[in-house]
């Protein structure tokens, strides 16, 4: 049997894979995950989990090795994590009353052949007071989340609705990445 290996280092795609009850390790390698100027967005997300994943799969090579990234889009602009608090607070500010794009790539590698696609969910936030987005930011969990915010957490309450794929949203596209790895097995 190959072992699932988790090129991430996020919290939030352990857990949702550990949810799923599939047993994995984590390895990440250090990769480069800046954006070529003018990379459209579905790419973007790609093609940063694909570096994840083939990075990682170099000292993996016979098991099955997940790469993954998650970008916030608003128009045409690509919204990763914040800087700082400043960068979190103009994000949020944009955010406010817009439908936006989630979208996650994953790519995943095995014995050198290499899948991936990406998964688009959309978020629509409530109009959003300056207070509200300065307390959000306050909590300290916009810090580490693309977008600025997290629908798993405090941020749940900046949101009016969704359309698609929930987990997409949260890292991780789990049941289509489920799907994709029962695939490699057979």
């Known amino acids: 049997m190959k072992k699932i290996i988790l090129a991430s280092a996020s919290p939030r795609?352990?857990?949702?894979?550990?949810?799923?009850?599939?047993e994995f390790e984590v390895c990440v390698a250090d990769v480069d995950e800046s954006i070529p100027e003018g990379t459209k967005p579905l790419d973007a997300a790609k093609l940063t989990a694909t570096k994840k994943a083939l990075a990682t799969a170099e000292s993996h090579k016979d098991d099955i090795v997940i790469g993954a990234d998650t970008i916030v889009v608003a128009?045409?602009?690509i919204l990763g994590k914040p800087k700082d608090k400043a960068d979190a607070a103009a994000m949020l500010r944009m955010l406010s009353g817009i439908e936006h794009e989630v979208i996650t790539g994953v790519c995943l590698v095995c014995e050198g052949k290499s899948e991936s696609f990406v998964k688009v969910?959309?978020?629509?936030f409530y109009e959003l007071t300056d207070e509200e987005i300065e307390a959000y930011v306050a909590t300290g969990e916009p810090m580490d989340k693309a977008g600025s915010y997290g629908i798993q957490g405090k941020?749940?309450?900046?949101?009016?609705?969704?359309e698609g794929d929930y987990f997409n949203i949260v890292g991780l596209p789990v049941a289509k990445v489920v799907r994709e790895i029962n695939k490699l097995i057979k």
Request: charged share 35%; hydrophobic share 30%; glycine share 12%.
């Open 155 to 162: 941020g749940c309450t900046l949101v009016e609705k969704i």
């Open 75 to 77: 128009g045409d602009k």
């Open 13 to 22: 795609r352990k857990e949702l894979l550990q949810t799923a009850g599939i």
């Open 121 to 124: 969910s959309k978020v629509k």
